[in-house]
């Protein structure tokens, strides 16, 4: 639960409390960390794909935007990241990644 505890303390969101766009485009990751914040009451929207948090942007607000910072597309998670801060500035971005160091990515 650790993942989770991360999410409340960086959004400051209480469990039950904030609505989340996780990006992933490893179908695994996005399941499991799809299941680990709903079970902490979270409402998620999960997309797969950049073109898919974009349409999930445009039908409602967000609290939190999780995003992979190797997505395989369109440059990646960062610049996706402070393209959906102009769109919604109120929403925590918070960028994913399974690498250890900078030199790995």
Do not use: K, W
């Not at 639960?1 to 904030?18: E, K, N, Q, T």
């Not at 073109?51 to 609290?63: C, E, P, S, W």
């Amino acid at each position: 639960m650790v993942f989770a505890a991360a999410i409340v303390l960086s959004c400051r969101l209480m469990p039950g409390r904030g609505r989340i766009l996780l990006i992933d485009d490893e179908p695994s990751l996005l399941l499991t960390y799809s299941l680990i914040l709903q079970r902490q009451a979270f409402d998620v929207v999960p997309a797969p794909t950049l073109a898919a948090a974009r349409a999930a942007m445009q039908a409602g607000a967000f609290h939190a935007i999780l995003c992979d910072l190797n997505i395989q597309a369109e440059g990646g998670g960062l610049p996706f990241l402070q393209e959906a801060q102009q769109t919604m500035p109120r929403a925590t971005p918070i960028l994913l990644t399974g690498y250890a160091s900078p030199e790995q990515t």
